[in-house]
């Protein structure tokens, strides 16, 4: 089974904070996300990585950055968190396959809070 | 842009009823489609997809796609409350060589028992 595991299920933070969010698959997939979720905005990308120092921005990039060092790990950067960064993050991966039949793997999502 | 829109419901539907959940897409070449059932708190997990024109059944569920009218739909018969979640829509497109889902907004479905 695919396994997706995020670092935290939680989080409190404080305006102002630079917050990690950490992102780890079992699959060897080349592909990885980031979304948030909200109420009534459903999910939303951040930034996708297809390869290892690999980025790209997804639909709602500003305040957020990210890494990949290695394979298996994606991580989500919040340079200066801020009261509207306050949502679910999700963490997804998916197989390359060059075509459109990528079905995704989600974590469990971190729920973030800042105060 | 792409759109995937869906009713947010929420929809109730009586135990043992089939319960039926619409989505329609604004990309008329979009290639694959999948329906993500998501428990309150819990992350989405993949119950089915569909890429032909047609019905694809997988146990209680069936998934019905059709291109022309850029619609896709998820049947669920004999629900039961365990059924009760929000239900998420989400095409499949590749851009340069990215491959990427857009989601809808998703149903909330509530079985009555």
């Known amino acids: 089974d695919v396994k997706v595991t995020q670092s935290s299920r939680y989080l409190v933070k404080r305006t102002g904070e630079k917050v990690f969010l950490e992102c780890v698959q079992d699959m060897d997939h080349e592909n990885m996300f980031w979304y948030r979720q909200d109420p009534g905005l459903g999910l939303r990308l951040i930034y996708f990585?297809?390869?290892?120092?690999?980025?790209e921005k997804g639909d709602i990039p500003e305040g957020y950055s990210v890494s990949r060092e290695k394979k298996e790990r994606f991580s989500l950067i919040l340079e200066s968190a801020s009261t509207n960064q306050t949502s679910m993050y999700l963490c997804a991966s998916s197989l390359y396959r060059g075509d459109a039949y990528n079905e995704q793997f989600f974590g469990p999502g971190t729920r973030l809070t800042v105060l | 842009q792409k759109e995937v829109e869906q009713n947010s419901g929420p929809l109730s539907v009586p135990e043992g009823a089939i319960a039926s959940l619409n989505c329609t897409y604004s990309d008329r070449g979009s290639q694959s489609f999948f329906w993500y059932r998501q428990y309150s708190g819990k992350s989405p997990e993949l119950i089915m997809f569909?890429?032909?024109?047609g019905d694809k059944e997988d146990g209680r569920f069936t998934a019905q796609l059709n291109k022309a009218s850029q619609y896709v739909s998820l049947l669920i018969r004999d629900s039961q409350p365990s059924d009760s979640a929000t239900y998420l829509c989400a095409v499949g497109w590749v851009n340069f060589g990215n491959e990427k889902l857009t989601f809808g907004t998703g149903t909330r479905l509530t079985i009555i028992p």
């Open positions: 569909i890429y032909s024109n």
């Open positions: 990585s297809y390869d290892v120092k690999m980025k």
